[in-house]
């Protein structure tokens, strides 16, 4: 049988956030969504060959990729030359579609040595980019990685204090003071075709 729901092909990074808004427009069960690995944050060289494959194999279905370039250097948007019909999230990175491009612009322009968290990257700091980073086992690499950096800037989708105390406790690993800005979901919530992703997967 054939699968015609529409697919967003997702980084794993973004579950909870992604859940929300498709449970917000009544489309968690209208769209397939496949997650890939939210450890290739630290490897975006890896984000084109993940998802060529799903793409390749969904030509006739309508598709949406969950990523923005996120460090793939032009990569994802040359792939996506060849899959005209698909569009992706828009900005360089998370923290620019979850801000807005103009918030992030201004808050990046206040201090361009900022080292920034989502709810994600705080809650999973210490595997994703400690451990990562080779930082538990050669913690005197920490000023080489980050010298250059002046703060850490966690960018809140939820008002969760446990991820307040995840990034205050990144900040403080890192020797960095801590600020916050919540964001919430709406700048990511309209980068998602809702309209598109709904029309097409109404029976």
């Not at 997702?10 to 498709?22: D, K, S």
């Not at 992030?104 to 400690?130: C, R």
Request: charged share 25%.
């Amino acid at each position: 049988m054939t699968n015609d729901r529409p697919l967003i092909v997702a980084c794993g990074a973004l579950v909870q956030e992604l859940r929300a808004v498709l449970g917000k427009h009544s489309l968690n069960d209208a769209v397939e969504v496949r997650y890939l690995p939210a450890n290739l944050h630290n490897r975006p060289e890896g984000i084109v060959p993940a998802l060529r494959p799903h793409l390749e194999e969904s030509v006739e279905r309508t598709v949406f990729v969950a990523y923005a370039d996120c460090g793939t250097g032009g990569s994802l948007d040359r792939l996506l030359e060849d899959f005209p019909r698909v569009k992706r999230l828009p900005g360089a990175h998370c923290y620019e579609f979850f801000s807005g491009s103009e918030f992030f612009s201004q808050i990046q322009d206040e201090e361009p040595g900022t080292f920034y968290l989502t709810d994600f990257l705080a809650k999973h700091f210490e595997s994703l980019v400690w451990q990562g980073l080779g930082l538990d086992r050669h913690p005197e690499l920490r000023d080489t990685y980050f010298g250059s950096y002046k703060r850490v800037m966690l960018i809140s989708q939820s008002q969760d204090p446990a991820i307040e105390a995840h990034g205050r406790k990144a900040a403080e690993m890192l020797g960095l003071a801590f600020e916050h800005r919540h964001v919430g979901l709406h700048s990511f919530e309209d980068a998602i075709p809702v309209q598109m992703l709904s029309r097409t997967g109404a029976h």
